[in-house]
T-cell receptor, first 116, second 116 residues
Framework: NAGVMQNPRHLVRRRGQEARLRCSPMKGHSHVYWYRQLPEEGLKFMVY????????ESGMPKERFSAEFPKEGPSILRIQQVVRGDSAAYFCASSTSRDVSGWGEYFGPGTRLTVT | AQKVTQAQTEISVVEKEDVTLDCVYETRDTTYYLFWYKQPPSGELVFLIR??????QNEISGRYSWNFQKSTSSFNFTITASQVVDSAVYFCALSGVSYNTDKLIFGTGTRLQVFP
């Protein structure tokens, strides 16, 4: 499967636990984006990363949320001490740099987080 | 500021009808990209089209066509001879070309229901 991969697809956590969401970009893509979709709403940008660097985290809540994209391995979105309001679908997208022909953001299938 | 407006929250049509989904955007960038994505009931996001701001040619792909008009800041999407499988939420999105971010700004989506 050459597409963006996310796991797990579904994640259930109790209030106060930690949630770790993983994203493996498409082959050849070095840019990763995380978006959140609350129930019945559109997608909201959270964070944009390149390998080992956070480029734009303007959409990420200041507390409890963090993201990384290490040199090796998938990008991780980490939510500490989850609350019910964190229940949402979290989508990862990846892309090449803009100067590459066919540039665009390609989305993974999403991780649906439910906080009980 | 960048903004995408999809004024139509929900549209219902009967199979074989043509339907147009509206998208109006705001941006100060002179160079930008516009996208349409489809989100079927299964929840994944399917990339449909990317258009850059310098290319105002309309595009047709099978039953899908897009009308980009810079003068009215609109990027409308038409489905000809709609089918039940077209039932989904459709999102329009904008990405400006700025120094440090390629993030997408999404509209709130239009839910299309096609009845047999």
């Amino acid at each position: 499967n050459a597409g963006v991969m996310q796991n797990p697809r579904h994640l259930v956590r109790r209030r106060g636990q930690e949630a770790r969401l993983r994203c493996s970009p498409m082959k050849g893509h070095s840019h990763v984006y995380w978006y959140r979709q609350l129930p019945e709403e559109g997608l909201k940008f959270m964070v944009y990363l390149q390998k080992e660097n956070i480029i734009d985290e303007s959409g990420m809540p200041k507390e409890r949320f963090s993201a990384e994209f290490p040199k090796e391995g998938p990008s991780i979105l980490r939510i500490q001490q989850v609350v019910r309001g964190d229940s949402a679908a979290y989508f990862c997208a990846s892309s090449t740099s803009r100067d590459v022909s066919g540039w665009g953001e390609y989305f993974g299938p999403g991780t649906r987080l439910t906080v009980t | 500021a960048q903004k995408v407006t999809q004024a139509q929250t929900e549209i219902s049509v009967v199979e074989k009808e043509d339907v147009t989904l509206d998208c109006v955007y705001e941006t100060r960038d002179t160079t930008y990209y516009l996208f349409w994505y489809k989100q079927p009931p299964s929840g994944e996001l399917v990339f449909l089209i990317r258009r850059n701001s310098f290319d105002e040619q309309n595009e047709i792909s099978g039953r899908y066509s897009w009308n980009f008009q810079k003068s009215t800041s609109s990027f409308n999407f038409t489905i000809t001879a709609s089918q039940v499988v077209d039932s989904a939420v459709y999102f329009c999105a904008l990405s400006g070309v700025s120094y440090n971010t390629d993030k997408l700004i999404f509209g709130t989506g239009t839910r299309l229901q096609v009845f047999p």
